[in-house]
């Protein structure tokens, strides 16, 4: 049988980097195939040349045994080759329908459409209802419209680019049979992941990518994941340290009974969140995106007012009041999930961006910086928190996303904060940069202060946290203490089962489309 | 009666030029692309019609000349803002200076000599009926074509898949680059079209509305016309009625001028522009209606990627 897909020796390379390296792989018909690596691997460029959205400096691509010579994303859809992104192209102002339809040759038939829609979601599983607007649905919702977009046109092969990042437990295992079922009627999937346990759970074969080159293929279902990941990672994986620790008398960050409107029709409005924080903790807020997770961070950093002072609490002190600014004064330190453009500058120095917030160890005097004090401040923070940097002139944007988190954790930490905010601490960082990153925040937590985490990562979370809420639709659960919970409880409470079923679809209502 | 009537059909007519120029950025908005320069793609409109006129072509050809006009300088506008992808609200704002400065030189001459005006038509059975015949059926051609526009505009926003691609161009053109569609090649046509449309808006005020050539003859139209796509939050409906209350409010103030209301002239003149922009920004509160028709694009040059 002829491979469905066979890359021979693709190579290519960027001013600088080597993203991929004499790569081959093959996959069947009806083969689940995971391309495994950490961020930076190369999976992407592999995945795009594959598509045709950019092309191999070496080597050559064959499609049920023949040589695709010109290639481009119009080949691949001849071939039978689809692709659901990572960030999805979907219009969020018009219904699920019409963004199918944007896709699809020819004339358009919005009912006939639709119809055909709801045949193969159903079909397959994935329950979508083609007239809700996209900007109604969640981001699960979204995949599911992108994987039937996809599906409607009948793919030979299907390439999934971290599909489950953004899914509950409980969705990926939906996902996972969809997958499987597609797999049985014949079409291969190229499934793209840095999840050990998904890929040993889901596919047939594994291609292990590391800086750029096949390190290795193996079945995955009979690898440990130990052996996956030092193929994948070139090491051992860095075991974290956690101690026991005393908790503070009181919390020293509370939130309580905090109500708040969404700013746009896109956003989750809160609904009554109440969470403490105490000192020698780390208090971890799971969920899937856009569940007012960006919200919260708002309202407790500062970023948001919120509409009473006693609905954020900080060692006894209202703050709800203050803006960000205010609050970072009184020792609340807060990391952004966007690294550039909110947790740093791009374009300014590492210097200047230590000074945004820096500026309160006496780097400003009568309104005047004191540019000295800030290179000193900066290169203390690179040295300590090993961010590679050529020093403290280096421009923001010229780090690397993991490099560039561990210096805004570390300027923020050197602040000396009595709590510390983070969103997704280790959102693009790599496997070592990311160990970094956790064991610094046990750290500091042992130390005494207050350390909250939002994470999308459940395992991360599970690694590093005392306690863990879940937020759900704007609404936060009970906390959990990590010893006593598991992965399928939180997933649960993440679905908001039972509680926010009827709550989809409704928010359409009330747009007034009259005059 | 006779009032009402008379009121009644000079708003209809104030209110062409407005809707057919806001028609017209209405679809370059929905495309993404700002273009500031109504005003002067108006007055190119308006002069190139009286120039055509006097070089003695018919009515129909000076038209058509106007328009084309219109679009010829939008393009000027769609080099620059398009290809070159410089600022759009600088390079409509030159655009609309250059207006100003292209259709006084074309002008010269002309200024102040009566036009022909396109007349109103009749129409066979209809325009005889008492009042409403007056009322609906005895306008010059160019109302008529506006209301057309109207329908057609609407049309094809919502039921064509032409018209959802340049919905979708506006909202996020990164994706629809990456569906496949081109981008800057339908932003041109939106742009050109908003041209086009300003133009024959700049021609009914020098060819039908006020018949002859003045310097800044347009007195800015152009202006209300891209505040009326903005209060409209971007919808035609909203657009025609906007124009329709600009224009009962320019006739209500002159018919009080007339009648020597005791109100300095100046604070008349001035109610139209005001009662227009209170009742759209009262009509576009509700911000989560208004967050489904605003092209999320607007006015953000696109650089295709890869």
């Known amino acids: 049988m002829a491979p469905r897909l066979e890359l021979r020796g693709i190579s290519k390379s960027y001013p600088g980097v080597i993203a991929n390296d004499n790569i081959s792989l093959s996959v069947l018909p ?87 829609v709801r045949e193969v979601s159903e079909r397959y599983g994935l329950p979508i209802d ?42 990926v295992q939906k996902l996972f049979e969809t997958l499987r079922q ?30 750029g080159q096949v390190t290795g293929e193996t079945d995955p279902r009979k690898a440990t994941s130990a052996e996956l990941a030092r193929m994948m990672v070139g090491s051992d ?32 409005s809160l609904k009554s969140i109440s969470l403490e924080a105490y000192g020698g903790e780390i208090v971890g807020i799971a969920g899937v995106s856009g569940n007012g997770q960006g919200e919260l961070a708002a309202a407790i950093s500062g970023e948001r007012i919120t509409n009473a002072a006693e609905d954020v609490v900080l060692e006894g002190r209202p703050i709800g009041h203050l803006d960000a600014g ?94 510390l905010l983070i969103s997704q601490p280790t959102w693009g960082v790599d496997v070592g940069a990311a160990a970094h990153v956790r064991q610094t925040l046990i750290d500091i937590s042992r130390s005494g202060q207050a350390v909250i985490v939002i994470s999308e990562e459940l395992e991360e979370l599970f690694e590093i946290c005392d306690r863990i809420y879940v937020i759900c639709h704007g609404k936060l659960s009970q906390s959990l203490n990590r010893a006593e919970t598991n992965v399928e409880e939180v997933g649960l409470l993440m679905t908001g089962i039972g509680s926010q079923t009827n709550d989809s679809g409704s928010t359409t209502e009330g747009f007034d489309y009259a005059v | 009666m006779d009032l009402f009537v008379s009121i009644f059909t000079a708003t209809i007519i104030a209110a062409t030029p407005l809707i057919l120029a806001a028609l017209g950025e209405l679809i370059v908005e929905k495309s993404g692309v700002l273009n500031l320069g109504i005003e002067g793609m108006m007055l190119i409109g308006a002069a190139f019609g009286v120039w055509a006129h006097f070089a003695g072509l018919p009515m129909f050809l000076a038209v058509v000349i106007a328009v084309l006009a219109g679009m010829a300088s939008s393009l000027l506008f769609g080099v620059l803002a398009l290809t070159f992808m410089t600022n759009q609200y ?37 325009s005889n009926i008492p009042v409403i015949g007056e009322m609906f059926f005895h306008y010059d051609p160019l109302v008529y074509f506006s209301f057309v526009m109207f329908g057609a505009v609407s049309w094809f926003l919502y039921q064509t898949k032409a018209g959802l691609t340049l919905r979708a161009i506006g909202e996020s053109p990164d994706s629809a680059h990456a ?15 908003g041209g086009g449309m300003a133009g024959l808006g700049g021609a009914y005020l020098s060819l039908v509305y006020t018949p002859l050539w003045v310097e800044n003859m347009t007195a800015g139209r152009g202006w209300i016309a891209l505040a009326l796509v903005v209060f409209s939050a971007w919808r035609p409906k909203r657009v025609v009625l906007g124009a329709w209350l600009f224009g009962g409010m320019t006739i209500l103030q002159l018919q009080g001028q007339a009648m020597g209301l005791a109100i300095p002239s100046e604070v008349l003149s001035s109610l139209p522009y005001l009662a227009t922009i209170i009742v759209l920004v009262l009509i576009s509160q509700n911000r989560q209606a208004m967050a489904l028709d605003f092209p999320v694009s607007l006015a953000q040059p696109f650089r295709p990627k890869g």
């Not at chain 1, 699960?140 to 046109?153: F, M, T």
């Not at chain 1, 330190?333 to 500058?345: I, M, S």
């Open chain 2, 179 to 193: 569906i496949g569609f081109h981008v800057i090649r339908i932003r041109y046509l939106a742009v050109m079209f």
């Open chain 1, 30 to 116: 009806g083969e689940i195939h995971a391309v495994l690596g950490e961020n930076g691997a190369g999976k992407s460029t592999l995945m795009k040349i594959i598509y045709g959205a950019t092309h191999a400096d070496e080597g050559e691509i064959r499609c049920d045994g023949k040589l695709v010579p010109e290639h481009g994303p119009a080949v691949s859809r001849e071939l039978g080759i689809e692709m659901v992104y990572q960030h999805f192209a979907l219009f969020e102002s018009i219904s699920v329908v019409e963004n199918i339809a944007l896709s699809m040759p020819g004339k358009m038939d919005l009912d006939g459409l639709a119809l055909r």
């Open chain 2, 90 to 126: 600088a390079a409509g704002l030159a655009l609309a200076i250059f207006g100003a400065g292209v259709s006084a030189f074309i002008g010269r001459g002309f200024g102040s000599t009566p036009v022909e005006a396109i007349q109103p038509i009749d129409i066979p059975g209809l």
């Open chain 1, 130 to 171: 083609p007239d809700r607007l996209v900007l109604t649905l969640s981001v699960g919702e979204r995949q599911r419209v992108e994987i039937v977009r996809c599906l409607l046109r009948e793919p030979k092969l299907l390439i999934l680019d971290e599909p489950t990042s953004v899914l509950t437990p409980q969705a």
């Open chain 1, 326 to 419: 205010k609050r970072r004064d009184l020792g609340l330190g807060f990391v952004p999930e966007e690294r550039l453009g909110r947790g740093a500058v791009p374009p300014y120095e590492l210097s200047e961006n230590a000074l945004l917030t820096a500026h309160r160890k006496g780097m400003v005097k009568h309104g005047m910086a004191n540019r000295k004090k800030a290179r000193e401040f900066a290169s203390h923070v690179i040295d300590k928190y090993k961010v590679k940097a050529n020093g403290p002139e280096a421009k923001a944007h010229g780090l690397s996303g993991g490099n560039l988190q561990k210096f805004i954790v570390g300027r923020e930490i050197e602040l000396d904060p009595r709590a």
């Open chain 1, 182 to 211: 597609l797999s049985d009627e014949g079409c291969s999937i190229l499934y793209i992941s840095h999840k050990l346990d998904e890929v040993r759970d889901l596919c047939q074969t594994a291609t292990v990518l590391r800086n």
């Open chain 1, 237 to 268: 994986l860095p075991e974290m340290m956690v101690e026991s620790s005393e908790l503070s008398n009181a919390p020293i960050l509370s939130v309580s009974n905090l109500t708040l409107e969404a700013e746009s029709v896109t956003g989750t």
